[in-house]
């Protein structure tokens, strides 16, 4: 088993903040979206923490973002069917 990383800076350098999310492009977010699940794919479900084997902090947190930008995903696609005013 492998220890988890420095959480913090290795999810934010590959993963927008929230407020971030808001500003990017359907492109981007899907982009992003494919990077975090490829990192939820080559994460450990379990590493070793003070000599117990714990859920890797790093899926939780990677989880956590991937919902995030999934409702990013759902709330532009919301706002996309609304009709504008020239319909």
């Known amino acids: 088993m ?12 590959h993963v927008p903040n929230l407020s971030a999310l808001s500003t990017l492009s359907i492109r981007e ?3 992003t ?3 975090i699940e490829d990192r939820l794919r080559h994460a ?3 590493v ?6 714990v859920v890797n ?7 956590r973002r991937q919902r995030l930008v999934v409702t990013a995903l759902r709330r532009r696609r919301v706002t ?3 009709p504008t005013p020239d319909h």
């Open 44 to 46: 450990p479900t379990l």
């Open 48 to 53: 070793v923490m003070g000599g117990r084997l």
């Open 29 to 31: 977010l899907i982009g």
């Open 80 to 82: 996309l069917r609304l």
């Open 57 to 63: 902090p790093e899926r939780r947190l990677l989880l």
């Open 2 to 13: 492998s220890h988890a990383p420095h959480l913090s800076t290795a999810i934010d350098e």
């Open 33 to 35: 979206l494919a990077g």
